[in-house]
């Protein structure tokens, strides 16, 4: 692969300064995508450009077209769950027991953190379903969309997913690499002891929780929150939604809304991809036993290496985006089944909304395939290589977790994908903290700043895939989604290399940096709110704030004239 130095630098950075300036996305990755056929082909680069674009789609097996049709069927999904009545039944229900935008917002949060097993299923389930109680409690889109993105990979990276299973793999195969496979504690093992260090995503999780229970925002987001309290636009004016439910449906079937219509759809969604995930692993760990000539019963393979270890394999060896399509498509048929029990609409009707569901997606989609071709052209100028390798000069033991967690956050900012940068620099730091450390004490460490780094670049990029869908789940408009967000990881951030300062050069443990980490960023909210505030004279509290024509409970809901009375 050649490599073109800081130039590969100018494609990714191009690409993000014009979306976040101009507001536009899909002109700025173009444009993005381009310059790096420019610098590649050393001509207009026309050709290269749609080559990549091709290639960027049929890239993986298929992977990235199975979540194109993921993606596709998910909006079928949501549309028939809208035309149903659906949403409509959910707002009524939560409108009689969420009274605020507290218990909106941590229920929100709950949800996220309770959808662990996807973080594309996590931001489609979560974003759907609590857009319409949000919108009806005044909670702006783009504080939704940050609440589901936040609550979306962190969540993912931590519990059993698709995700962990990645990760194992490459411990797994870092420690091959190095042909230290035998000696070295199991990746499994090195996993759970990085989970402290992916300090970033513990830290993610727990900024929701105080934002959401505080009621207290800072940079845009307060301008947007109040906003939104004030004039009742859960979007900016002039803001560009990436999905718009409401004006590209029409209005729902209201004659006879139901409960039934949104949460069956739900958990078939939720039911069969898990259910594909295991029944998939298990035909793949199956193969793989019987390869290796080891038994193929669980019980069996349980006895000699423990169950929990088996589990884990058949989850790793699952295949994830065939289990979403599955699962996409059983909540399509579902919702189409109910409909026409139920006698809401006929056949007819019925392929007319999931053909209607696929347009409201269409600029989802359009946005991945850019964002995926302009991490493929990083990719082939060397740009995770190159700034992998200006960090290797800086490197100590005690600014190693630092300088792995800019590098990683540097590339997945600029690359737009958290599993491309863990991929890309796993291997380099798990061999670097082998280096620099008494044996592997370090690994776990360098581990958790990779994936703690590789989540703060992907939040903060308006060219990744996760940040794009939880804007268009959530309904809200992706720059406007990235330029409030990146306010609140940036203050994760400087808390998490404040962590792993106190452990490189003060060996102050896990155990008692986290809370300090979590004291921090409860002072850093309540401080930064009210600076803030001060300074744009506004209240750091939204719901504090009069609304017009309306007056606020204390806990934050608006209530009508006829209420206040």
């Not at 979306?152 to 299973?165: C, D, K, R």
């Not at 029990?341 to 991945?368: K, N, P, Q, R, S």
């Amino acid at each position: 692969m050649a490599q073109f130095g800081a130039l590969s630098l100018v494609p990714p950075l191009l690409a993000i300064g014009l979306a976040i300036v101009t507001r536009r996305p899909m002109l700025s990755l173009f444009l993005g995508i381009w310059s790096g056929a420019v610098i590649y082909t050393g001509s207009l680069g026309i050709g290269q450009t749609f080559d990549w674009i091709v290639n960027a789609i049929i890239v993986d097996d298929g992977f990235h077209v199975q979540i194109l049709v993921f993606t596709l069927l998910l909006g079928s999904g949501v549309a028939l769950i809208w035309r149903l009545g659906g949403a409509i039944a959910v707002r009524d229900w939560a409108t009689d027991r969420l009274e605020s935008q507290r218990t909106v917002g941590v229920t929100t949060w709950i949800l996220g953190v309770a959808m662990f097993f996807d973080d594309y299923a996590n931001t489609a389930i979560v974003g759907s379903t609590m857009r319409e109680i949000s919108d009806e409690l005044r909670i702006s889109r783009e504080k939704l969309a940050y609440i589901v993105d936040s609550t979306a990979a962190p969540v993912a990276t931590l519990g059993i997913s698709s995700w962990v299973a990645f990760q194992l793999s490459l411990i797994d195969g870092a420690y091959r690499d190095m042909g230290v496979a035998e000696e070295a504690p199991t990746a499994f093992e090195t996993f759970v002891r990085s989970i402290p260090y992916n300090t970033y995503a513990l830290l993610a999780i727990v900024m929701v929780g105080i934002i959401v229970y505080t009621g207290r925002d800072y940079g845009e987001m307060l301008t947007a929150e109040h906003r939104a309290w004030t004039t009742g636009n859960v979007n900016r004016e002039d803001a560009q939604p990436l999905q718009k439910v409401e004006e590209e449906l029409g209005a729902p079937i209201e004659k006879r809304p139901m409960l039934l219509t949104f949460f069956a759809p739900v958990v078939v969604l939720i039911a069969v991809t898990l259910a594909s995930a295991f029944w998939t692993g298990y035909q793949s760990w199956v193969s793989s036993q019987v390869e290796a000539g080891a038994p193929t019963a669980i019980g069996a393979a349980a006895n000699d290496t423990g169950l929990t270890q088996v589990l884990i394999d058949i989850v790793g060896a699952g295949d994830f985006a065939t289990a979403l399509t599955w699962g996409s498509f059983a909540m399509v048929v579902s919702a189409i089944v109910l409909g026409l029990a139920y006698g809401l609409f006929d056949i007819g009707e019925a392929v007319d909304t999931v053909l209607d569901g696929f347009g409201i997606m269409l600029t989802a989609v359009t946005i991945l395939v850019l964002a995926w071709t302009i991490s493929s052209v990083a990719e082939t100028l060397g740009t995770g290589d190159y700034v992998a390798g200006l960090a290797r000069g800086y490197l100590s033991a005690e600014l190693l977790p630092v300088l792995i967690l800019l590098v990683a956050a540097f590339v997945a900012f600029t690359m737009g994908s958290s599993w491309a940068t863990m991929g890309l620099v796993t291997p380099i730091a798990v061999q670097v903290a082998y280096e620099f450390g008494a044996g592997f004490d370090l690994v776990p460490v360098a581990v958790g700043a990779v994936f703690s780094g590789a989540i703060f670049g992907d939040h903060a990029s308006p060219i990744s895939d996760t940040t794009v869908l939880s804007a268009t789940f959530s309904g809200a408009d992706l720059i406007d989604h990235v330029r409030t967000q990146i306010p609140y990881a940036a203050t994760v951030f400087v808390v998490v290399v404040g962590c792993y300062l106190l452990n490189g050069y003060l060996g102050v443990p896990a155990v008692v940096f986290l809370p300090l980490g979590v004291v921090a960023l409860v002072g850093l909210v309540v401080g930064l709110s009210r600076f803030d505030a001060d300074r744009k004279g506004l209240e750091p509290i939204a719901s504090q704030a009069s609304a017009d024509g309306d007056s606020c409970s204390p806990e934050g809901r608006v209530e009508s004239p006829d209420e206040a009375e």
